[in-house]
């Protein structure tokens, strides 16, 4: 059997009386696209700070390739090969595209803290910022200011920046949200094929049901802060108690392409 690339295991976190993650045992597969879904409120989000250090659990353990990261510091993270995105749009609006994405490059190097040199001291970085960019499609808006671009445009310029330090778990929180939804396809199109051509394990936060079940390997159901149920988009489409708990009529059987 495969060791999970990440992994939690009896996962709880309270706030006072409030259990917002409740006992979660989760296992994501080296190489595969695993999606956790849920109603408003079931704890998708803390589960994410949990998995990416954000929060600390108030029980329960963390690994990543086997090895317990639950009280490293976020920012070691990023230098373990996991990147991790917003609900919000996390960018710096008053730089510009390119440097937005150098700054995500130099974060992992030897000039992390150099942030006095002029650009020009730091060329693997920008050519990997440039390299990112073309693979993103956003290469020809590498000299336009951050806060240009269009919203959709935006959640490109940050996938950019979690894939600049070159990853190997990428955390995307509701990557769509706020996006038209004739923009979505192109930026899921984006992020599956990140995942199915190289060494990537993407772990999605989606509330669009259908994006979830036509891209997922896996998925995870929360509820109430717990797991519902876990299972192939098939297994979960056909699974009563999630279909009765969540997805109602948001997914019928064929409707999800």
Not at 57 to 76: E, L, Q, W
Request: hydrophobic share 40%; charged share 20%; glycine share 10%.
């Amino acid at each position: 059997m495969t060791e999970p690339i990440l992994a939690s295991r009896n996962l709880t976190k309270e706030f006072g009386a409030l259990i917002a993650v409740d006992d979660v045992s989760i296992s994501i597969v080296p190489r595969t696209l695993h999606s956790v879904i849920g109603p408003n409120g079931a704890g998708k989000t803390t589960l994410f700070n949990l998995l990416s250090g954000t929060l600390k659990p108030t029980s329960g353990r963390v690994f990543h390739n086997g090895a317990d990261i639950t009280a490293d510091p976020v920012y070691r993270m990023i230098h373990m090969g996991i990147g991790r995105s917003f609900q919000i749009t996390n960018i710096f609006p008053l730089l510009t595209v390119l440097e937005n994405v150098r700054l995500a490059a130099q974060a992992v190097g030897s000039d992390d803290m150099k942030f006095w040199k002029p650009t020009s001291a730091f060329p693997g970085s920008i050519d990997r910022a440039r390299a990112v960019l073309e693979d993103v499609g956003l290469e020809g808006d590498s000299a336009k200011l951050a806060k240009a671009l269009p919203h959709g445009d935006q959640r490109k310029l940050e996938l950019a920046m979690i894939l600049a330090p070159d990853p190997e778990v990428l955390l995307l929180d509701e990557p769509t949200a706020g996006m038209a939804s004739e923009q979505v396809p192109e930026l899921m199109e984006l992020i599956t094929g990140i995942q199915s051509s190289g060494d990537k394990t993407v772990v999605l936060v989606e509330h669009n049901m259908n994006v979830v079940m036509s891209v997922s390997d896996q998925i995870t159901v929360m509820h109430q802060g717990a797991v519902l149920a876990e299972g192939t988009p098939s297994e979960i489409g056909d699974n009563p108690t999630v279909q009765e708990a969540y997805l109602g009529s948001l997914y019928e059987k064929g409707s999800g392409g």
